[in-house]
Nanobody, 125 residues
Framework: VQLQASGGGSVQAGGSLRLSCAAS????????VGWFRQAPGKEREFVAA????????GYADSARVRFTVSRDNTKDTVYLQMNSLKPEDTAVYYC???????????????????WGRGTLVTVSS
């Protein structure tokens, strides 16, 4: 499976973006997916994750109320809807996947073995 994140861009604070993570080359419906981000000069951090069937999701505290992760396995795509964006959300956002049909939400980056190229989100004040 290969991943491609898209949907990033520049928005003003309070705006919204929807990121997409499109998969190719495998049965994506059997993969857990996570979203991570890395801001300039900072370590990569967990944002949100979803199980293979969309049955469970998990969020970082910073994303819990404002972001929503979802997936459409008929389109081999996972989404991250981001609302009420803040300047501190500025980062490169990455999606990652791991073959897993567990009901556990994977929040640690070392658990993922497939990573896509990131997409840049810039939020201005």
């Amino acid at each position: 499976v290969q991943l491609q994140a898209s949907g990033g861009g520049s928005v003003q604070a309070g705006g919204s973006l929807r990121l997409s993570c499109a998969a190719s080359g495998g049965t994506f419906s059997r993969y857990a997916v996570g979203w991570f981000r890395q801001a300039p000069g900072k370590e990569r951090e967990f944002v949100a994750a979803i199980t293979w069937d969309g049955g469970s999701t998990g969020y970082a505290d910073s994303a819990r109320v404002r972001f929503t992760v979802s997936r459409d396995n008929t389109k081999d795509t996972v989404y991250l809807q981001m609302n009420s964006l803040k300047p501190e959300d500025t980062a490169v956002y990455y999606c990652a996947a791991r073959g897993s049909t567990s009901s556990l939400v994977l929040i640690r980056s070392p658990l993922y073995d497939i990573w896509g190229r990131g997409t840049l989100v810039t939020v201005s004040s």
